[in-house]
């Protein structure tokens, strides 16, 4: 114990202060933290020179980063939110994950990657940033406005598509042979049938028995009135789920997070635990950006620039025209399909997620690692100056009634 004490103290002492620094910087650069948060976790990272913060630990640390994170989407998902958006948000989250996984595919093979390697590519780069997303949209005021309420909704429905994936990655990586055990069809077939029987099992159990007991110890720890035994029973469900939902149903630690902030939406105590987890929350993702940074070889700029430019073209220009596309087809108005263009023009956490899990499972190379990290960095570099253009955009095209009246032929409502 007393000989990992030390180098869990230097890596948080590292990484927090590298973290307030290049967050500060972006901030003035006006750039999104989280750049100065991955760029942090280069400069600290043992590819450059300098201090080296110890990576393991650091994505340990990153692990309970996600945990809460998840947590916390958890507790902000709303089956209301969703229902009221669905007819735009769930078929066109689902056309554009599916437009963002062929073309990533494709990039993927063109670079040389064999085609499960190339499938996980392309997940990765599917789904994008909750947090860069609700930061912009904060930044904008338009959280709680039409474009904003369907942006959140469709980013909830590739929250809930990425975690389902999670839950088959390892499965579907073991089944098929990416860690060198053989696969076959009928035993893949079996596999993910297991997984999925498990997960519903889970879920099910959270939802019915779950539901009604998480709250009610919440209201009683409530009730006592000590404010740090509150936060510690939050903290003991979120880990505590999680923990169990990994090695009790061998579903993904993001899952049980997931479904522990979920069943506690409801409750009259859901933003007082939203609100104490925050501090948490926010350092420990914090840390799991850096981590992650941490992974990421400057080299591979060099290496692979044109893979990179490729994958950063299919998620700020690919996504976006596929997202735009889909809404103007389902007859929605111009300024949600530009603000939810601009919102998917990322990617972030859940990417890193999907990365990280398809690299231990030996499903994406380091290489395919090393470009996913890269186009998050500039890809959420990139994502300011897109929002910025929206209401440009949307001006220069009611200028052109013509062009409008193509683009939005009868809108119909956002539900």
Known sequence: MEEHAPELIATIAIALPAAFVGGFVARHLRLPAIVGYLLAGVAIGPATPGLVANTDIALEL??????????????????????????????GAVGQITVAIGLGMAVGLAIGGDPLESFVLGLAISVASTVVLLRALERRNAVNTPPGQVAVGWLIVEDLFTVIALVLLPTVATAFGAEGQPGSEGSALVS???AIGKAIVFTAL?????????????????????????TLAVLSIALGIAFVASVVFDVSLAL???????????????????????????TFGVLFFVAVGMLL???????????????????????????????LLLRRPLSIGLT???????????????????????MLSDEG???VVATA???????????????????????RPSLARTLEPGSADVT
């Not at 479904?259 to 939406?265: D, K, P, R």
């Not at 263009?341 to 231990?360: H, K, M, P």
């Open 206 to 230: 959270m939802l019915v028995v779950g539901a009604r007991v998480l709250p009610w110890i919440l209201d009683h720890v409530e009730r006592d009135g000590f404010r740090e035994i509150f």
């Open 62 to 91: 990153a692990e309970i980063g996600v945990i809460l994170l998840m947590f916390g989407v958890g507790l902000h998902f709303s089956v209301q939110d969703l229902l009221r958006v669905r007819s735009v948000a769930l078929p």
């Open 297 to 327: 070889d400057p080299a591979i700029l060099l290496d692979s620039p044109a893979a990179i430019a490729a994958l950063v073209g299919v998620v700020v220009i690919g996504k976006s025209l596929a997202a735009l596309l889909i809404v």
């Open 369 to 371: 690692f090393q470009l």
């Open 256 to 282: 049980g997070a997931f479904l522990a902030g979920a069943v506690l939406n409801e409750s009259h105590l859901t933003e007082r635990a939203a609100k104490d987890i925050l501090p948490l929350s926010d």
């Open 377 to 399: 960095v500039l890809s959420v570099s990139i994502n300011p100056l897109l929002f910025a253009a929206i209401e440009p955009v949307e001006r220069w095209v009611r200028r």
């Open 192 to 194: 993910v049938a297991a």
């Open 340 to 362: 939810v263009a601009a919102g998917l023009a990322q990617i972030g956490e859940f990417s890193f997620i999907v990365a990280t899990a398809g690299t231990q499972l030996g």
